[in-house]
């Protein structure tokens, strides 16, 4: 009973403990939450500035974008109403607004507006351009060089400049109302002089000048959009546009007046207009809301759009090129269906393996599936497990027919010539093939019976297991590899135990061994160490195949589209195939890597190609780091600019340590709070990370140090007292009661209080399982609810109400309570340092750990053995 008491008593001060540190942390994070006012707004400019913090100019005033909130900066009552219609940057802290009631700096420090002065020019600023540290910028009435010490405008040229632009070759261009455009230079007495260029033109009035990847330019008048044919300039769509944009794959997208946003594409010899995306946004009530006003493309690659009364949107695409390869069967079925095999011969043809419609070729000039008939009749409506070609003879592997043969001609015709069988070894002519494999001019036969070997040169088969295989790898030492037909892996015929199912595997120059399995990629440094798994944040994939590319990055194909992945970051990219989620379903270890680098996908719905080094990626983030003052200095407030799929994007940290290593955060965590860390210096290193999986190396670095006050050691201090007075109390009191224990009550006394509730747990069969596996899984820091539900074999609503029974905890609870448990019979034995416990029992970050187990214990890990010494040692060890 007393014991009871002392364990309330101890858990009572832990809560209070918790709760007051809660309080501290949410009070702190409030400090970093602003709201903001254009959603309903009428957009008019978009601007990015040099550290990639965004700028929208509206009727009320300016607003930014951190990456994380919004921020409004309302101008004054007499300016309200008048919208900003450009915002450029003329140095590192000031912005140029154009408004229809004069112009503005602004600066981005101190947030306070400040007019220009240009005398006798009451026009808005249209443009802004600096030539060797001279700024200039423009009206529809002339051209202005900005003195910035007095705040005013000296004109310099009377053109009437609208827009500018950098072509490719570094030459600055200005368009103008009704002239054209021009090359802005100076020239040896410091002036500023146009020179015409583009002579299509001289005539026109241009609202804006782009140019697409190849150099072309993009240009975009009063009244056409005008693209190079031939050797000319020339009109190719002729109506009213209110603002242009290449997008990150070269896409030339037009902001319209009432139709939202329009792509230019071509069509024989000429060019047409589509949608860009559907206009169902729910932001779009009526003709005017779906008028844009600018489009503009971030250094991320994401397209802002500013609307006329529905205020900003953003398109987030993040894509990579591929090729979708229809069939020509009858019908007109777009595709050939479920793919079962893929395989690449000496010449480059692909070979393709269909579920129920048999033989098919891969034509890249056609960009199709050719459909090869091996049969007369209708027995070509094959179920292709596994193709393989050896000089001119072809081994097709089936589902209910065994080896077909078959010989190529010279003209690619395939005629079927026998079947490939042996009752000797056991294989039978309907056996269930499910791969061929070529290694040291022997095939190898994955089949329902086992794996054989048979020789090409020699005619003579051999059975090298009888396990029903699905899969053989024969590495560089001659070592085999089958994946089983229950997805285990065998190494020389012994049972690798994964935990998982395995889908397909890797094996590189060192042995060391990649897997795609059932709880995301699995890595196995040797043979007898344990899996590590690795995946997204905050998801668990099952991928079904694996292969590396030449840059060393992992391609993945899974039930739920394609995945990179990089071994050295350990960071995922995902991507989706146009097509829904059927054709997103790729196939167990149906992926070929072809003889250029490029990948071949089997999927649900067809065939899926990609070259990895065609396609275009993200650039690396930019990103901001705020650090908190005085006290708060172990506080980072952290703004990632990359502004495609912010969902995906994340942060990255380490100490500045020799031999410390990157954690890594998914893209919802911006706050770093190092609060909780003992007393000290320390030097930390941050960076952020994108939606393709990429990390910016320029990462920035930051000092603090942890003080602790007087206050805090002094309340830190009383709390101890008072819990060692209590223990000495209720221990006399034990003592008092009964001066003759039993061995029995000796090992109770001996028992922390976690120790009791971990006994009692064990007396149930289900909470004996569910702890034995934790257990089993303590110095694996990727083992979460999801791996404890896989073990059991049990519903996450199951496991909820059977642990209900027992205890109030969480499953992430119960895992980390097992952890900690752990963690505390270490540092009683105290053979190994904190850190070196705090990677044993599974967790990733020491200072984490650190927290957690204050949390659970009420002391810090390195006073835990005085403290268990003093509660549970018995009184005669005590005399």
């Known amino acids: ?34 709201e903001h006012g254009i959603v309903n707004n009428t957009i008019y400019s978009i601007f990015q500035d040099s550290t990639g913090g965004m700028w929208f100019g509206t009727l009320e005033g300016l607003s930014s974008y951190n990456g994380l909130v919004f921020s409004s900066y309302p101008m004054s009552d007499s300016l309200m109403g008048y919208p900003i219609t450009l915002i450029d940057q003329i140095n590192k802290d000031q912005l140029l607004l154009g408004t229809s009631n004069g112009n503005y700096t602004f600066s981005m420090s101190s947030k306070q507006y400040q007019k220009i002065d240009v005398p006798g020019d009451f026009s808005m600023l249209t443009s802004q351009f600096k030539i060797h540290n001279r700024t200039y910028f423009c009206t529809k009435s002339g051209v202005y060089e900005f003195d910035d010490q007095n705040m005013r405008g000296l004109k310099v040229l ?28 100076l020239n040896s007495d410091s002036l500023l002089t146009l020179t015409r260029t583009y002579p299509e033109l001289q005539q026109e009035s241009v609202k804006a000048i782009s140019f697409l990847n190849e150099g072309e330019p993009v240009i975009l008048t009063e009244k056409a959009l005008w693209l190079m044919q031939g050797e000319k300039l020339a009109p190719v769509i002729k109506d009213s546009f209110s603002s242009i944009n290449i ?70 695409r993040k894509k990579i090129i591929y090729q979708k390869y229809e069939s020509d069967i009858q019908d007109r079925e777009p595709e050939a269906g479920y793919i079962n095999a893929l395989f690449q011969n000496d010449d480059g043809r692909v070979w393709v393996g269909t ?41 097709v592997g089936t589902r209910h027919m065994g080896i077909i043969t078959a010989s190529v001609g010279n003209n690619k015709q395939v005629v079927a010539s026998g079947q490939l069988f042996s009752k000797e070894a056991g294989l039978a002519k309907n056996d269930y093939i499910y791969a061929l494999k070529r290694y040291n001019e022997k095939l190898y036969i994955c089949s329902s019976k086992g794996t054989f070997v048979y020789g090409f040169d020699d005619d003579n088969f051999s059975k090298l297991d009888s396990v029903s295989s699905i899969n053989f790898v024969l ?24 935990g998982t199912e395995v889908s397909d595997f890797y094996i590189g120059k060192d042995g060391e061994v990649w897997l795609a399995t059932g709880k995301g990629v699995a890595f196995l440094s040797n043979l007898n160490a344990k899996p590590i798994f690795y995946n997204p944040a905050k998801k ?107 969902e995906e994007n994340g942060l990255a940290y380490r100490f500045s340590h020799p031999d410390s290593s990157w954690n890594y955060l998914p893209g919802d965590k911006h706050v770093l709070d190092f609060s909780d860390l003992d007393r000290g210096s ?12 990429i990390m910016n190396d320029k990462f920035k670095s930051f000092s603090f140090q942890i003080k602790r006050s007087l206050n805090d050691t002094l309340s830190l201090w009383g709390i101890t007292l008072i819990i060692l007075a209590g223990i000495v109390f209720w221990y006399w009191r034990a003592r008092k ?42 110095s694996d820091n990727s083992f979460g609810v999801n791996e404890l539900y896989l073990a059991i074999q049990m519903s996450k609503s199951n496991f909820y109400r059977k642990l209900k029974k027992f205890t109030d905890l969480s499953p992430n609870e119960l895992i980390r309570f097992v952890r900690l448990r752990k963690s505390a019979q270490l540092l009683i034995e105290a053979k190994q340092s904190v850190n070196e416990i705090a990677y044993e029992v599974g967790f990733n970050s020491p200072s984490y750990f650190t927290r957690c187990f204050k949390q659970q214990f009420g002391i810090a890990p390195s006073e835990y053995k005085e403290h268990y010494n003093m509660l549970c040692c018995t009184p005669e060890k005590a005399l």
């Open 355 to 395: 579920s129920g419609k048999g033989l098919y070729y891969l034509d890249r000039k056609k960009e199709s599936l050719t459909s090869v008939p091996i049969f007369p009749g209708n027995l070509n409506d094959l179920y292709v497990e596994a193709i393989l070609q050896h000089k001119n003879k072809l081994y």
């Open 737 to 778: 009661a009964d001066l003759a224990p039993s061995i029995k009550e000796e090992e109770e006394q001996a028992e922390t209080p976690e120790d009791k509730i971990y006994r009692e747990w064990t007396q149930d069969e289900f909470m004996q399982k569910a702890l034995l596996v934790i257990e089993e899984n303590l």
């Open 540 to 646: 668990v994939i099952e991928f079904t195949s694996i292969r590396k590319d030449e840059d060393g990055y992992f391609w993945l194909g899974s039930r739920m589209g394609i995945y990179r992945f990089d071994p050295q970051s350990k960071l995922f990219a995902s991507y989706q195939i146009t097509g829904g989620s059927k054709a997103n379903s790729f196939n167990h270890a149906k992926l070929l890597k072809g003889l250029e680098g490029e990948f071949y996908w089997g999927s649900n719905d067809g065939v899926v190609s990609i070259n990895p080094q065609a396609c275009s990626y993200l650039p690396k983030p930019m990103f901001e780091v705020g650090q908190g003052k005085k006290e708060d200095a172990s506080i980072f407030n952290v703004y990632n600019y990359s502004f495609n799929h912010q």
């Open 1 to 34: 009973m007393q014991r009871r008491i002392v364990t309330c008593f101890y858990i009572f001060l832990l809560a209070c403990s918790i709760q007051l540190q809660a309080t501290n942390y949410f009070q702190k994070l409030s400090k970093f939450t602003t």
């Open 247 to 316: 997008s990150q794959h070269n896409e030339i997208l037009l902001g319209t007046l009432g139709d939202f946003i329009q792509q230019v594409y071509k069509v024989g010899e000429s060019y047409a207009l589509k949608e860009y995306i559907n206009r169902d946004n729910e932001i779009f009530n009526d003709f005017y809301d779906a008028q844009i006003n600018v489009l503009f493309k971030d250094r991320s690659g994401s397209i802002w759009i500013g609307t006329n009364r529905a205020g900003l949107d953003r398109i987030d």
């Open 682 to 693: 320390y030097q930390l290193d941050i960076a952020a990370i994108n939606a393709d999986g």
């Open 475 to 498: 590495d560089s030492l001659n070592n085999s590899w089958i994946l089983s037909y229950r997805m285990e892996l065998y190494f020389n015929q012994q049972k690798l135990e994964m």
């Open 158 to 185: 009377d053109h009437s400049i609208t827009c500018k632009q950098l072509s490719p070759e570094g030459k600055l261009l200005l368009g103008e109302v009704g002239g054209g455009i021009w090359e802005a230079e």
